[in-house]
């Protein structure tokens, strides 16, 4: 929800440095502020702002933190999966199924979302 709010603010706020064109492209341009926001808090921390209030973090198979490469890996493999319906059903049943509860781009990427460490 932290997240959503986020990057409407964030869309709203850009818009007028697009001399309102965005206006007539604002599902893309809103897509797009969405994809860069979700890069850029991964690379900056392993998590979006609501994924730390809710105590998550995204790491690699090693357990180091992401980079902004595979902030963007992570991102682009999200966005395919929810945006293609077999693709959401692949991931949410290997989430029901596995040991560690990894969608299908954490799969891919060798990631796993983790319990903030206290």
């Known amino acids: 929800m ?14 007028p440095f697009t001399a309102f064109t965005a206006l007539f492209f604002f599902p893309f341009f809103y897509l797009l502020i969405g994809f860069a926001y979700r890069i850029i808090t991964l690379a900056n921390g392993s998590a979006t702002p609501g994924m730390r209030l809710m105590a998550i973090e995204l790491r690699r198979s090693d357990g180091s933190r992401f980079d902004l490469v595979m902030a963007f890996w992570h ?15 692949i991931s949410v049943v290997l989430m029901l199924t596995t040991a560690r509860a990894q969608g299908l781009s954490d799969h891919a990427l060798g990631t796993v979302a983790l319990n903030r460490r206290a």
């Open 2 to 15: 932290i997240d959503t709010i986020a990057i409407v603010v964030l869309s709203l706020l850009l818009l």
């Open 75 to 89: 991102t682009l493999g999200y966005s395919v999966s929810i945006a293609m319906v077999p693709l959401q059903v």
